[in-house]
């Protein structure tokens, strides 16, 4: 079980989208991805409200084919995109910190300009240390009040 909060940042004019990785270099990305800091806040599955997965390397690959991976600077930050519910950018799992996830944070804040969007929604575990980067980066707290609890179950 993973708890999630929303955070949520506006659409931003002015700069170039998130970096959208092929098949190939999302699988070179997991090692880094599992070694992020708050990575073990998600209990070792995508918190995609649309429908939990394991995260591994062939998640990954398979998330870069359905164009759901963002990645930062020199591949230093991710976001696992999902299917968003309105007219927003939805990340379901952030991996990186500093100044490569602050970069993919904004990017994302593009894209959702570049696409019309309103804006950039992020569901995030309580307490992972990407709350800094989100803050540093224009996010702030959707619904401070409320969480969700995503469930995964292996059969």
């Not at 004019?13 to 599992?34: K, N």
């Not at 997965?53 to 690959?61: K, Q, V």
Request: glycine letters at 10%.
């Amino acid at each position: 079980m993973v708890e999630v909060k929303w955070w949520r940042g506006p659409r931003v004019e002015g700069g170039e989208p998130a970096r959208i990785p092929d098949a190939t270099e999302a699988r070179r990305l997991w090692p880094s991805v599992v070694a992020s800091r708050g990575f073990d806040l998600y209990g070792g599955v995508c918190p995609d409200l649309n429908g939990a997965r394991d995260m591994d390397s062939d998640e990954m690959e398979r998330l870069a084919r359905n164009g759901l991976l963002r990645v930062g600077p020199a591949g230093r930050a991710v976001a696992v995109l999902r299917e968003a519910w309105g007219q927003n950018v939805a990340v379901s799992l952030l991996a990186g910190s500093g100044g490569a996830l602050r970069e993919l944070l904004m990017a994302l804040r593009f894209e959702a300009d570049a696409d019309g969007l309103n804006h950039v929604t992020v569901n995030l575990p309580p307490g992972h240390p990407a709350e800094d980067d989100l803050r540093a980066s224009g996010y702030d707290f959707a619904d401070a009040e409320a969480s969700a609890y995503v469930y995964a179950l292996s059969l």
